[in-house]
């Protein structure tokens, strides 16, 4: 789960916020989330653009999706999720899966806001600082509903 002309998979820290491992990607709690369970579905092997992935690793990218679509809407009750696959810093095939809400949500003592913006124009706003031992909650949690 390393690649050597690549250091994504530690900038996501992946080491740490592994939910699941799947033949060719990994599912992970985002480190620096921009909303309550934000994910990052990684392809094991590097790719620089969506159009190298196989035919078997867009066949199991669909098994990922069910599985974080399924389970962030189980355990955080969103009413939405956004799918993106930006590579603008990260030139390694990964998507943001990032859940949307419009009330706001209390998990492990604090409370997550969505003003619903579009990602592109949140992700313009500096990302609130989130505590590991939070981030870790967050993960077991997802794991354990998975």
Request: aromatic letters at 6%; glycine letters at 2%.
């Amino acid at each position: 789960m390393s690649s050597a002309c690549c250091s994504i998979f530690e900038k996501f820290d992946s080491k740490n916020l592994l939910i699941k491992e799947y033949n060719h990607w990994i599912l992970i709690l985002r480190n620096k989330p921009m909303k309550l369970g934000n994910c990052v579905a990684i392809t094991k092997k590097h790719h620089e653009s969506l159009s190298q992935l196989t035919d078997e690793e867009m066949q199991e990218y669909a098994h990922v999706t069910r599985d974080a679509e399924a389970t962030l809407k189980k355990v955080f009750n969103c009413e939405l999720i956004h799918h993106l696959l930006l590579m603008l810093k990260d030139k390694h095939t990964h998507f943001h899966i990032i859940p949307r809400y419009q009330t706001p949500q209390l998990f492990a003592g604090r409370e997550w806001q969505d003003d619903m913006q579009p990602i592109l124009k949140a992700s313009e706003k500096p990302l609130p600082e989130v505590p590991h031992e939070i981030l870790l909650k967050i993960r077991d949690e997802i794991k354990r509903n998975l």
